[in-house]
């Protein structure tokens, strides 16, 4: 039986470019997700994991891409190969099937996957401790807002309620109730 060759590719934003990450590779079905790997519960993720078959192939640029905590990394790589697809980390030259468990590739995902973790944090550390020296030396005022308050007001004395209007305007629901807050 001819599996199909997937591809999985992830950026973090929707101004990153994500070309970079498989070129080179023919694929037969491509999966963009411009989110977070935060959380292994990406739509896109979601979506290739249900389209993924026996046989198939799935490449991934490395392991970031597909996980960032070592629980999620496991768990997708368990959920991929017991579909009976095989997996493949390039940037790694990591390989993993349901039939052969490599003991050598095992430790190294788990390896790989942790420091990759460890990466993150100290990232985000490193980011809040400059957001809070910005912050004591005046410098930072947090992110520019996406939309006025007065849009949010507008939609919501119409009669539109926190949720929809959140909805309509593309924000996130403590935004509405901030700018409620501000104006009462």
């Known amino acids: 039986m001819n599996g199909k060759r997937i591809g999985y590719l ?4 929707v101004l990153q470019n994500e070309e970079r ?23 896109v993720l979601q979506q290739m994991l249900e389209f993924i078959r026996e046989g198939d192939e799935v490449f991934i640029h490395d392991i ?30 990591l390989t993993f099937t349901s039939d052969k468990t490599d003991a050598m590739s095992e430790l190294l995902l788990s390896l790989l996957g942790a420091v990759y973790s460890f990466e993150r944090r100290i990232l985000l550390e490193r980011q809040r401790e400059g957001i809070e020296i910005a912050k004591r030396a005046g410098k930072y005022s947090g992110r520019k807002k996406t939309i006025n308050d007065e849009a949010i007001l ?4 119409c009669g539109m309620s926190m949720r929809k209007t959140a909805k309509e305007l593309g924000v996130s629901l403590s935004s509405v109730q901030r700018a409620k807050k501000i104006a009462a």
């Open 154 to 157: 507008e939609l919501l004395e």
């Open 64 to 93: 970031s891409r597909l996980a960032r905590n070592i629980q999620d990394l496991h768990s997708l790589v368990q959920e991929i190969t017991s579909k009976g697809a095989t997996l493949n980390f390039l940037k790694e030259s």
């Open 21 to 43: 990450q498989l070129s080179g590779i023919e694929l037969d079905k491509e999966f963009v997700e411009k989110a977070s790997a935060r959380s292994a519960n990406r739509p």
């Open 10 to 13: 992830r950026v973090s934003t």
